[in-house]
């Protein structure tokens, strides 16, 4: 006569234990999908790549209009009509007050800042030239201009800041010429002047 054995409440069945196991690792699973399916967003982040960055500020709201003209090693040359050129970028070709308001629900909104922005994506062994052109006069007073050469990799070091005054329209200055070796140090820096505005 085969004796029943009562199963006691304490013991262990291997097939429950497998399939909670089963269930565990299943549930595991799914949450690691779910966190590589959806990263956590990166707000504000730009990935902005350069190793040089030049900027040519005057009065804010002064309505003349001054440019930049950036010549690399290589005779590349980056102005307003031509914003990109080897390793050199126009970031926003400044007009004045031109271009400086837009209408929002029926009110005028006024940017004063006049700037110019040009960053060297990368760097070529050699001279770097920097000048400033007085392009258009709304007033025909003369227009002081600041610029700064910073090199930003692989900390910001300030490489040259300085100002010049454009009297009239036509004119030309060379803010700062600069070299730099096959690493990107800055070697040289000078201020002797140098011709770059084609006649326009």
């Given at each position: 006569?085969?004796?029943?054995?009562?199963?006691?409440?304490?013991?262990?069945?291997?097939?429950?234990?497998?399939?909670?196991?089963?269930?565990?690792?299943?549930?595991?699973?799914?949450?690691?999908?779910?966190?590589?399916?959806?990263?956590?967003?990166?707000?504000?982040?730009?990935?902005?790549k350069a190793?040089?960055?030049?900027?040519?500020?005057?009065?804010?709201?002064?309505?003349?209009?001054?440019?930049?003209?950036?010549?690399?090693?290589?005779?590349?040359?980056?102005?307003?009509?031509?914003?990109?050129?080897?390793?050199?970028?126009?970031?926003r070709?400044d007009?004045?007050?031109?271009?400086?308001?837009?209408?929002v629900?029926?009110?005028?909104?006024?940017?004063?800042?006049?700037?110019?922005?040009?960053?060297?994506?990368?760097?070529?062994?050699?001279?770097?030239?920097?000048?400033?052109?007085?392009?258009?006069?709304?007033?025909?007073?003369?227009?002081?201009?600041?610029?700064?050469?910073?090199?930003?990799?692989?900390?910001?070091?300030?490489?040259?800041?300085?100002?010049?005054?454009?009297?009239?329209?036509?004119?030309?200055?060379?803010?700062?010429?600069?070299?730099?070796?096959?690493?990107?140090?800055?070697?040289?820096?000078?201020t002797?002047?140098?011709?770059?505005?084609?006649?326009?």
């Amino acid at each position: 006569m085969a004796v029943l054995r009562k199963r006691r409440s304490d013991e262990i069945d291997p097939f429950s234990d497998l399939l909670f196991n089963t269930l565990l690792i299943f549930v595991l699973l799914f949450a690691v999908a779910l966190v590589a399916m959806n990263p956590k967003a990166k707000t504000g982040v730009i990935d902005a790549k350069a190793e040089f960055i030049i900027t040519v500020t005057w009065p804010d709201l002064n309505p003349n209009d001054i440019d930049t003209w950036v010549q690399d090693p290589g005779g590349n040359l980056v102005w307003f009509r031509q914003r990109e050129s080897g390793l050199m970028h126009l970031d926003r070709d400044d007009r004045g007050v031109a271009n400086d308001s837009i209408v929002v629900n029926g009110q005028s909104v006024v940017n004063p800042l006049n700037q110019e922005v040009v960053t060297l994506r990368g760097f070529a062994p050699g001279e770097y030239t920097v000048n400033v052109f007085y392009y258009e006069s709304k007033n025909g007073e003369p227009v002081p201009v600041s610029i700064s050469v910073v090199k930003v990799n692989p900390r910001a070091e300030v490489v040259f800041y300085g100002s010049v005054n454009l009297g009239r329209k036509g004119d030309e200055a060379t803010a700062v010429r600069f070299s730099t070796d096959r690493e990107g140090h800055v070697t040289s820096v000078n201020t002797l002047p140098k011709t770059l505005v084609e006649r326009i």
